[in-house]
């Protein structure tokens, strides 16, 4: 039960971004929201946090893209491949901060777990017109490397091209839209961690630039041309982690080949990664109970169980229709001495604390195949109406997973926030270390 008193609740507004970035090893960058004050794209200046139908508006095209195999591919896609380029850039909730090149040029980009198989860049020349200050200068790096055409072992992924180098151009309507290539080079992501060889796509003559003032995206997904899959690992180290923050003003972080929790004294618990066609490259657990104050929800295992994605870009957290009703019904029974507010968009149980001096709140917790278990505060399991205020209204931050995956479970970034959650590639499973931004 998590019981808070307005007596000890701060509501009012941080004045400055707190960071926890540098993790044990001080491999780590900064994490900052899209829209946060903090983040170095200055993209979120005067800018409020997502409303709850902003937040299900994004997260109903992301999970369509991710998990809908009959939807048409949206938007332009890579010639050869077919690979959708799903709203480009612009699909990032995060920003860090990485370098590029001999001499490093820094780039503020997003990262995924779900990406299409490469780090998506914004480069030199730019389409006439657009913001050219925030790209990448290929011209200015010596250490960068045109992957030639056809040469699928070096990670290019087109069979003909328009030059010998592994490029492509788009064309809309007659006109090109985007030049692309694939290139190597190497890439910095942190003081001691230099990828050399670092592959990416790099677009040029972009006629849509992102909005969100990023350079692009990092590729984290299971993709064996992933930057997750270039990180040098020992028995001793995870390919990567992060802990991603719950409010605009503060920050959390991202690191690459750090020393695993248990070996550096935090306690961590482990799920098992599984793969699940076609998306072989998404990170994919089998949740196995979803508890409330202990008690597990009164439903057969089998009709629980679920293959559950991990997912960095998708605010909420959906869970099979079933076993979101029984969810729901026992948290509802659970808060009936407070006062109900109407719905927010799709979420549906909602409370009105405003006039509350206390309140106390049932604990969820998920649990997963390999002894893993995510017990979930406040914050990650109750949308607030405002962030910086416990005392207003909130709703419950689960939904029924949408109708066209109905056997799939969906872990969103509010259920992630404060834990860090260890990608052990190596290992193949996933780790939470509780309250670590």
């Known amino acids: 039960m998590h019981v808070i008193t307005r007596s000890s609740h701060k509501s009012e507004k941080p004045s400055s971004c707190s960071s926890n970035h540098s993790g044990d090893s001080g491999n780590g960058l900064a994490v900052t929201h899209r829209l946060s004050p903090c983040s170095p794209s200055a993209s979120g200046l005067g800018q409020s946090m997502p409303s709850v139908g902003d937040a299900f508006s994004r997260d109903a095209v992301r999970l369509r893209g991710l998990l809908d195999e009959s939807a048409d591919s949206p938007g332009l896609t890579i010639p050869s491949t077919g690979t959708p380029l799903v709203d480009l850039p612009d699909a990032s909730e995060y920003h860090v901060v990485v370098g590029l090149g001999t001499p490093a040029q820094n780039l503020t980009v997003g990262f995924d777990t779900a990406t299409i198989g490469a780090t998506l860049l914004q480069c030199k020349p730019c389409a006439a017109g657009d913001p050219c200050d925030k790209v990448f200068d290929p011209s200015q790096s010596s250490s960068i490397y045109d992957i030639p055409c056809g040469r699928r072992w070096e990670g290019c992924p087109f069979s003909r091209c328009s030059t010998p180098g592994c490029t492509f151009s788009l064309t809309r309507n007659g006109a090109v839209v985007l030049n692309g290539s694939m290139e190597k080079d190497t890439l910095t992501v942190a003081p001691s961690v ?16 992102p909005t969100d ?17 270039q990180v040098v690992l020992s028995p001793d180290t995870v390919a990567f982690s992060y802990c991603l923050p719950r409010g605009a003003e503060s920050q959390g972080f991202l690191s690459f080949g750090t020393t695993r929790p248990e070996l550096a004294g935090r306690s961590v618990s482990y799920a098992t990664l599984h793969r699940r066609a076609p998306r072989r490259n998404l990170y994919f657990l089998r949740l196995t109970g979803v508890s409330i104050d202990g008690l597990d929800l009164p439903i057969p295992a089998e009709a629980l169980a679920s293959d559950a994605l991990v997912e960095v870009q998708t605010t909420f957290t959906y869970l099979k229709p079933k076993v979101y009703e029984y969810l729901r019904d026992l948290f509802r029974y659970a808060m009936s001495n407070y006062k109900v507010a109407p719905a927010s968009g799709e979420l549906d149980t909602c409370y009105d604390f405003t006039d509350m001096d206390a309140i106390g709140v049932p604990t969820i917790t998920l649990s997963f195949e390999g002894g893993a278990s995510l017990e979930l505060g406040l914050e990650q399991m109750m949308y607030f109406s405002d962030p910086h205020n416990i005392f207003s209204v909130a709703c419950l931050a689960f939904a029924p997973v949408p109708v066209y995956e109905p056997d799939v479970a969906v872990i969103g970034s509010l259920a992630q926030a404060y834990t860090e959650v260890v990608y052990d590639l190596r290992g193949g499973k996933v780790g939470f270390v509780s309250e670590r931004c």
Do not use: K, N, Q
């Not at 592959?199 to 040029?204: K, W």
């Not at 003032?213 to 899959?229: E, H, P, Q, T």
């Open 194 to 209: 230099h990828v050399p060889g670092f592959r990416y796509l790099c677009m040029e003559m972009m006629s849509e630039v």
């Open 213 to 229: 003032g990023s350079s692009g995206v990092l590729d984290l997904s299971r993709d064996r041309y992933s930057l997750a899959s």
